[in-house]
């Protein structure tokens, strides 16, 4: 009898996680599972990569909690009380404070939970795949059915805003709590007061050989015929993944008279503020943000030099992939790179600051240093 395996997630946006998701389900055969794949909204780039037999499905009661969650507090309280629900009113602010004076968000989702209905199928595992996602990891624990339920930490635990309390609580009754990798382990455990046995180390999956095979498709829209050195890097434009670091290094290689052109692969809710930076620094010639690409491969085939620029990550999916394809190397020195690359071996790694960036990378260049 197959094996039935709930995985939840947010969206399938085209992203680190969301792809290692796919490769996860490689290696799941499905003449031995039955998978159903949860997502809170049923979006994303990734969607249309799915294997068909995989269920999607969307829960039909985020679209309301989603109102409660982003909204303030006092807009959440107009609404019950346009709504004439004056038990919930009261209730709302008992649950909020309470959670508020003993800095635990359970109460608080506690309250929430009661505005969402139960799954009524029941499933072998459950699995919070991008945990720590509270209204998610809250759901798995409380509205699902499943004999053995697992969180799945893809993130730096010692850089991510988590809810002590709430999360010990919850991470106490998951089955399994997975890092991605030993360094996160040994984070996770210092952060929250949790068993040494529960959490366990299960690295992401890379396809060596989908990804060679995906690196040879034409790249159509650009033009890298000319002897430019092609510096790439791959990851959701925001600040934790150091964008800016980049771009403020290549500023000081231009000025030095480096031929050097960056592509930044992804998108996010800081790219507005990269544009920016570089009009600032006027490098819209040496710059080209190319957006969310479902196969980045080829743009990482084309690399001179890929570097991670992230302040933290918690095990760099781009980083194994930029070494599939036996790229040069530079990344700064967050959580699990070591467990990837060795220093002037596979690799050159920094500190995430700009000018160890622009060092390391000017001592590449100008020593046309092979590893």
């Known amino acids: 009898m197959k094996k039935k395996i709930l995985f939840m997630l947010s969206t399938m946006n085209i992203g680190g996680v969301e792809k290692s998701f796919l490769s996860l389900l490689e290696y799941l055969p499905k003449e031995n599972y039955d998978i159903t794949l949860l997502l809170l909204e049923k979006k994303g780039g990734f969607l249309n990569h799915l294997p068909e037999h ?5 829960v039909d009661w985020y679209k309301d909690i989603k109102l409660v969650i982003m909204n303030s507090p006092y807009d959440i309280l107009k609404k019950y009380l346009n709504q004439k629900r004056y038990l919930k009113v009261i209730r709302f602010i008992f649950s909020y404070y309470l959670s508020k004076y003993l800095k635990d968000r359970f109460f608080y989702y506690k309250e929430l939970g009661k505005d969402i209905p139960q799954k009524n199928e029941s499933y072998d595992i459950a699995i919070s795949y991008a945990s720590p996602t509270e209204i998610i990891d809250y759901y798995i624990l409380n509205n699902l059915n499943a004999r053995k339920k697992i969180a799945w930490m893809h993130f730096d635990p010692s850089k991510i ?20 990798s030993e360094e996160g382990r040994e984070k996770l455990l210092l952060k929250l007061k949790i068993s040494n046995n529960k959490v366990k180390v299960f690295k992401n999956i890379v ?8 690196s040879e498709e034409k790249i159509e829209d650009l033009d890298i015929s000319d002897n430019t050195l092609k510096i790439v890097t791959l990851g959701r434009l925001g600040i934790e993944k150091g964008q800016d670091l980049g771009i403020k290094a290549l500023n000081r290689l231009i000025r030095d008279d480096v031929n050097a052109h960056w592509y930044f692969i992804g998108d996010g809710l800081d790219r507005e503020y990269y544009q920016k930076l570089v009009k600032e620094l006027n490098l819209e010639k ?22 991670q620029t992230s302040r933290h990550e918690g095990y760099c999916i781009a980083l194994a992939e930029a070494k599939v394809l036996n790229k040069l190397i530079l990344t700064t020195d967050f959580t699990g790179a070591k467990e990837q690359i060795i220093d002037g071996y596979n690799g050159v790694i920094c500190s995430a600051d700009e000018f160890d960036i622009y060092e390391k990378l000017k001592k590449i260049i100008v020593n046309n240093l092979k590893i």
């Open 54 to 58: 995989i269920k999607v499905e969307e």
């Open 161 to 180: 805003n988590m809810n002590i309390k709430f999360y010990e609580r919850l991470y106490k009754e998951f089955d399994k709590v997975f890092t991605v």
């Open 207 to 214: 396809d060596d050989k989908l990804i060679l095979k995906l």
């Open 286 to 307: 040496f710059v080209t943000f190319l957006g969310s690409k479902a196969n980045p491969y080829p743009y990482l085939k084309m690399a001179d030099i890929y570097v």
